[in-house]
């Protein structure tokens, strides 16, 4: 039977997985990425802590909710990459100095 410190257990490794992204990428969509590896991680904990909780469904509803929140942060971000892109020639986050024009 899976237990909930299985489910733990993954979410943790999703995390480690998402902020080592974070923290090694030059890239900026691939930071992204890690970024949504750790929303996504958060995302699982809601609902495995629901689950065994023998709650209504708030952990669903939380995670849909932030599920809906990420695919706009990352349409805004990537937007935001364009631009910069457009601007630099480069998604390389250290290697741009500010977004001024």
């Known amino acids: 039977m899976i237990t909930l410190q299985h489910f733990l257990l993954i979410s943790a490794a999703l995390f480690a997985l998402g902020l080592y992204g974070v923290i090694t990428r030059r890239n900026a969509i691939q930071i992204l990425m890690g970024i949504e590896l750790m929303i996504n991680a958060s995302i699982l904990n809601m609902v495995a802590f629901s689950k065994f909780d023998r709650a209504e469904n708030t952990g669903q509803v939380f995670g849909l ?9 990352v349409a805004v971000a990537l937007v935001i990459i364009m631009n910069l892109y457009k601007r630099v020639q480069t998604i390389d986050p ?8």
């Open 65 to 73: 909710f932030i599920i809906i929140l990420a695919a706009v942060a």
């Open 94 to 101: 250290s290697k741009t100095k500010s977004l001024k024009g």
